[in-house]
């Protein structure tokens, strides 16, 4: 998978432009690894000479450097037939995913592992009952949920 960002992205203060040499070095090792925890991905920043996140002393910027890391692993997306999807994803530590951190992983590396698979598929079936639950709010007609679900179906199976 390579990056679909076409802008760079500038959140807290830091732009991270796509071809920018730090950030196409960062992303090689994390998709290298096949996925990291932002705490991870900021050592390997600060062990490679701090270009990604702001630099300071103290814990409360530690905890800030670890939060840019994740606003970092979160921004990047990926068209895969033609579909735009997260480059990286959070995958929580329980007995669902087996793992004992919560890290980011590559969708090839969830892909290729059946109990995350079957968690990321989980969590998408969540998400949308969630989202489906929200439009019992609007009292749709018969025909508006049937409009809704054709969409749904569409997306599923084009």
């Known amino acids: 998978m390579s ?7 500038e ?7 796509p071809d920018a040499l730090p950030v196409r070095r960062a992303l090689a090792w ?20 701090g270009r990604l996140f702001e630099t300071d002393a103290g814990k409360g910027l530690h905890e800030w450097r670890v939060q840019q890391a994740r606003l970092f692993l979160n921004s990047f997306r990926s068209v895969v037939n033609g579909m735009r999807i997260r480059l990286y994803k959070n995958v929580p530590a329980n007995e669902e995913t087996g793992l004992v951190e919560r890290r980011y992983y590559t969708g090839e590396e969830i892909s290729r592992t059946m109990r995350l698979r079957t968690w990321a598929v989980n969590d998408i079936v969540r998400r949308m ?3 489906a639950s929200e439009l019992k709010f609007y009292k749709l007609s018969d ?9 749904v179906r569409a997306e599923m199976f084009e």
Not at 11 to 17: E, N, P, Q, Y
Not at 32 to 46: I, P, S, Y
Not at 143 to 151: P, S
């Open 3 to 9: 990056s679909a960002v076409s802008a760079p992205v």
């Open 11 to 17: 959140i807290g203060g830091r732009t991270w432009a």
């Open 30 to 49: 994390i998709n290298k690894r096949g996925g990291c925890t932002a705490e991870e991905l900021e050592a390997w920043d600060r062990q490679h000479g």
């Open 129 to 131: 009952k969630g989202l």
């Open 143 to 151: 025909v508006e949920r049937e409009n809704i679900l054709a969409q």
